[in-house]
């Protein structure tokens, strides 16, 4: 059973920064694409950033702000955020796709206001 765990998130001021963790509880080679998502009040869940070999793709919204990264030895995957805005709260959901099959994680709150 593949568990992904988020940590990191909390409380910031805007134009602060914040780093999310997402531990896997196997090995990340095994899937084919790790992100994060997430979902602001009466909004749908959208797609954040995602990293596969050689790719990453990133949501307009995050470009230039947000880093996905991934550390093979550790199973895990980052989101460094930076330039935060208080649009940028949501609860944020780490993502794993193996196939057809996607895992999730519990989310993690970030919430970015003065």
């Known amino acids: 059973q593949v568990q992904l765990v988020e940590s990191g998130g909390g409380l910031v001021q805007p134009g602060g920064s914040l780093r999310l963790s997402c531990a896997a509880s196997?090995?990340?080679?095994?899937?084919?694409?790790m992100g994060w998502y997430r979902q602001a009040p009466g909004k749908q869940r959208e797609l954040v950033a995602d990293?596969?070999?050689?790719?990453?793709n990133y949501a307009d919204s995050v470009k230039g702000r947000f880093t996905i990264s991934r550390d093979i030895a550790q199973n895990t995957v980052y989101l460094q955020m930076n330039s935060l805005k208080p649009e940028d709260t949501a609860v944020y959901y780490c993502?794993?796709?193996?196939?057809?099959?996607?895992?999730w994680g519990q989310g993690t709150q970030v919430t970015v206001s003065s």
């Open positions: 196997g090995s990340i080679f095994s899937f084919n694409a």
């Open positions: 990293i596969s070999v050689g790719r990453t």
């Open positions: 993502n794993a796709r193996r196939n057809i099959v996607n895992y």
